[in-house]
């Protein structure tokens, strides 16, 4: 009796003896032949999982690695994470709150990473620890970032004393990650006496990261004078200092005239802290010129509004708007992962599509739906 050959799906029925192709069984047995060996899946060693007392005691002991560890912890949402992060910040809150905090933002390639770059070595060559906090922009699309700053900031990135933390916006307002403040506490209970916190892009939603630094600073260059007008009520008006960079060269008469045109704009505003007048001054970053005057006038802000109780006050408001966006945070998150609210959130949205509920109307309901849940 002849053996049946078998043939792939893809060979036509009526093919003849020509048609060479067969499907052989295949072996019986593992993959080094041998039937007594038992298979197992390769195992992939991770770091082990480190305890809240050795993060604690890794970030007072001022680990990067650590502390980068910490830091990717806080920002995670999982449920387990977010508690051993809570933890973690009760227990380094007597080490933080001690470092001098400075926000930058401004226009798209105003020289912002050079200029943090600039700052930071000179900050660095001076004694000081410095951590930056650069926020990249998230795709509204793949949601991805590049999370390029710690590359452009090769110099400062080869400084010992210094650390550079790139994170995702993850569309947050302002361009601010939602875990900023408590890196911030991270990063201070680490010993790093400077934060610099480099925002993405200006707009009014840039109050955000007011919100949460001591001294704010707006980097711009010659000819953003248009774009000013649009933003100023926003931005301007909570800027301790206006720095116009690439004050170098060919630019540098163009840059004086805009610092003049900022001072006389700024002249008109209310002032951002209680008893310091914002002024705006000139640097260029690629040059190193112009960064040491800006570094005296932060120190000056801090002398000032320390000595006048501002720079107290605004850490004691800081610390209780930071309350009211958790509360309001852990609020949303309650909502929308509510069993009943998750069941029928899809059929309000098929319905505010077709027309038959408004927004208003729909989400009255559902918060009715869930304050019901709640007695």
Not at 171 to 177: D, F, K, Q, R, T
Request: aromatic residues 6%; positive net charge; hydrophobic residues 40%.
């Amino acid at each position: 009796m002849s053996k049946e050959i078998k043939r792939p799906e893809w060979v036509p029925d009526d093919a003849g003896s020509g048609f060479t192709t067969e499907v052989l069984d295949g072996v019986k047995s593992v993959h080094d032949g041998f039937a007594t060996t038992k298979m197992r899946a390769p195992q992939r060693k991770g770091r082990p999982t480190l305890t809240t007392k050795e993060l604690y005691n890794g970030i007072l002991a001022g680990d990067r690695s650590i502390l980068a560890r910490a830091i990717t912890l806080v920002e995670s949402n999982a449920k387990r994470h977010f508690i051993q992060a809570q933890d973690l910040i009760q227990l380094l809150l007597p080490h933080a709150s001690k470092s001098l905090r400075i926000g930058i933002s401004g226009v798209p390639g105003a020289g912002k990473s050079t200029f943090i770059e600039a700052l930071g070595v000179m900050l660095c060559e001076m004694g000081y620890k410095v951590a930056v906090l650069a926020v990249d922009p998230s795709s509204a699309i793949t949601k991805g970032s590049i999370l390029g700053d710690k590359t452009r900031m090769e110099q400062l990135s080869n400084q010992k004393n210094a650390f550079i933390r790139p994170s995702p916006s993850g569309g947050m307002l302002g361009g601010v990650a939602r875990k900023s403040r408590e890196t911030i506490l991270l990063c201070e209970a680490a010993g790093y006496d400077v934060i610099l916190v480099e925002t993405v892009g200006v707009g009014q939603n840039e109050i955000t990261v007011r919100s949460m630094v001591d001294f704010f600073l707006l980097v711009l260059i010659t000819g953003a004078g248009d774009e000013l007008q649009g933003m100023k009520k926003g931005v301007m008006e909570i800027c301790d200092a206006i720095m116009v960079n690439k004050a170098d060269g060919d630019n540098l008469l163009r840059a004086k005239t805009a610092r003049a045109d900022f001072d006389n704009m700024l002249h008109y505003l209310r002032p951002a802290t209680r008893g310091w007048k914002s002024r705006a001054y000139i640097c260029s970053a690629l040059k190193k010129t112009g960064i040491k005057e800006i570094w005296d006038v932060i120190l000056e802000f801090e002398k000032n509004t320390k000595d006048s109780g501002a720079f107290r006050e605004r850490r004691n408001d800081q610390k209780l708007e930071w309350v009211n966006t958790m509360v309001i945070e852990q609020l949303k998150d309650k909502f929308y992962n509510h069993p009943m609210i998750k069941e029928n959130y899809p059929r309000y949205e098929q319905r505010i599509h077709n027309e038959e509920v408004s927004p208003t109307k729909a989400a009255t309901e559902l918060l009715a739906m869930f304050d019901s849940c709640q007695r």
